[in-house]
């Protein structure tokens, strides 16, 4: 291709990882893919990351997003990191089936990574393909997305390719590639294995990179690597509790899965719960009920007790008194994770003061949606239409509307209160409770048509319904409802 053809996809590469951490990742080119064929290419980011989304919709892009061409200031990497899966240490993992093409600065002047993800083989691999099908690439793109419009801080989708050649699981399936952008793909598994191979002085110059990538602001405190973790621990917290509102079950919360960024990473057999049940699980593999909807907080912190483990030799010469430290860190966070939750789950009922009883406010209406079977999306976005004169509307998801109401008559004199007008906490409400998430049944049936009839159109209405998770439309009703009830419980697989 000419150097100075104006259709060239362009990146200003700037690739911090490679220049700092050899002989923590490994180079590595992407496997060929035989007849790439571009599904889907996300031009808002591409924008917001300085790239020319017309010059990436193109051959030359397709070339790129399916690991053919290598571009212009690319090193393709494939990542070390170690991590706790299912509670059990793994010493070595790293990206298997994933390649860091390097980092841009985006237009915000934040530095972002690019990965393929489902590009090959690597070092790492660990007898696996390397490769990814299409449905779990087109899963992850349409929850990222959604999960970005919802608020959550998330890793994105910049483009999803299909490879032409079959990835074999228990059938053949369509081989495909996401181009992922990420803050960082730094983890908590990332520290553990630095921590492992490098010690003190690997890991150290590791979290210097990460202050300075992630948390500039504690490289001035007074010790800036327990600011460091408790900046992390507050970022995390935070995202947990963004998980907890939205009723978003990661499904596989290993500490390889866990960013040092505050973002979420890998969605892999994550699901949105539709009847509240705090109990739920959708993973085929989480047999014990591991990373259930409710266990998500307790495995926050036992996550994070990963990380604080890898900093004791930085945070005090005194190994003693580091561990006080930390450990007096790690007990903040499910106040400060409460703390989050509380905040949301407020604006969520339409709260704008804050009262001693809200906490028991809030956890009774989640005990009477429970006993109620009531879906937990729609319960939170039809209180507004409460307030604006139609209760029905709520008290049709639950199966006894009996103890609703009784809960609704200490909710409205907790409003009045508040002593805001019922319209104004109402659009309060309908900016943060969602109508539109990634149902299941929706979800599947968006993946199906693609992979089976090759048909790309439910997956880009989903998508696009999905973009603006809070603004009701007319027509869209579909969307909005929960699967319709049957006896098999719905269950989710990891991405492989
Ligand atoms: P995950 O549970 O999806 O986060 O993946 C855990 C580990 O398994 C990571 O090191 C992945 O790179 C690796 N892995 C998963 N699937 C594959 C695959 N098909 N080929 C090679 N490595 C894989
Ligand atoms: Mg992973």
Redesign the pocket.
Same mark, same amino acid.
């Given at each position: 291709m000419d150097a100075l053809d104006p259709m060239r996809p362009h990146f200003n590469f700037d690739n911090s990882f490679a220049r700092t951490f050899e002989g923590f990742f490994v180079h590595c080119q992407a496997a060929p893919a035989v007849a790439p064929k571009l599904l889907q290419l996300n031009h808002a980011l591409a924008e917001e990351l300085g790239l020319d989304p017309v010059a990436l919709d193109s051959e030359a892009g397709l070339a790129i997003f399916s690991g053919n061409v290598t571009p212009e200031g690319a090193e393709p990497l494939a990542q070390a990191?170690a *991590?706790h899966?299912f509670g059990g240490y #793994?010493p070595q993992? %790293? @990206? &298997? !089936? #994933?390649l860091l093409l390097g980092e841009v600065i985006d237009t915000r002047q934040r530095r972002r990574d690019i990965q393929l993800k489902g590009s090959g083989? =690597?070092p790492?691999? !660990? &007898? %696996?393909? &390397?490769?990814?099908p299409l449905g779990p690439v087109l899963r992850e793109y349409l929850i990222g997305e959604s999960m970005h419009a919802l608020g959550i801080p998330t890793t994105r989708a910049l483009a999803a390719v299909t490879t032409g050649e079959d990835v074999y699981r228990e059938i053949p399936l369509p081989g495909a590639v996401l181009t992922r952008i990420a803050a960082s793909h730094i983890r908590v598994g990332t520290f553990q294995f630095f921590a492992a191979h490098g010690g003190f002085d690997k890991v150290r110059e590791l979290t210097d990179y990460a202050i300075a990538r992630h948390y500039p602001d504690t490289a001035d405190a007074e010790n800036p690597y327990l600011a460091f973790f408790a900046a992390v621990t507050d970022a995390q917290a935070a995202l947990v509790a963004g998980w907890m509102n939205i009723g978003f079950i990661h499904g596989?919360m +290993?500490t @390889? +899965?866990m960013t040092i960024s505050g973002e979420t990473l890998?969605y *892999?057999p994550c699901a949105f719960m539709d009847t509240y049940a705090p109990g739920t699980v959708f993973s085929s593999i989480d047999t014990q009920g591991r990373y259930a909807y409710a266990n998500q907080p307790a495995i926050l912190s036992w996550n994070l007790t990963r990380l604080a483990e890898t900093l004791i030799p930085l945070v005090d010469p005194d190994k003693d008194r580091a561990i006080e430290l930390l450990t007096d860190t790690i007990h903040h966070i499910q106040p400060l994770y409460e703390t989050h939750w509380l905040a949301r789950m407020r604006s969520k009922i339409g709260l704008s003061t804050e009262d001693p009883h809200d906490l028991e406010l809030i956890n009774d209406l989640l005990w009477v949606m429970k006993d109620g079977h009531a879906d937990f999306t729609l319960v939170f976005r039809r209180l507004a239409q409460a307030l604006r004169g139609n209760s029905d509307a709520v008290r049709h998801l639950f199966e006894q509307s009996g103890a609703f109401d009784v809960w609704a008559r200490r909710w409205r004199k907790r409003l009045e209160q508040d002593g805001v007008a019922a319209e104004t906490s109402a659009q309060v409400m309908d900016r943060v409770n969602p109508i539109y998430i990634p149902r299941n049944h929706k979800v599947e049936e968006a993946l199906a048509a693609a992979v089976d009839q090759e048909d790309m159109m439910p997956f880009s209405e989903l998508l696009a319904v999905l973009s603006h998770p809070f603004d009701e439309v007319a027509g869209n009703e579909a969307y909005a409802a929960p699967a319709p009830v049957t006896d098999i419980p719905y269950k989710t697989f990891? &991405? =492989?």
């Open positions: 990191y *991590g899966q #793994a993992l %790293g @990206d &298997g !089936r #994933a083989p =690597t790492f691999s !660990r &007898g %696996g393909d &390397g490769k990814v596989v +290993n @390889d +899965n890998d *892999g990891c &991405g =492989t």
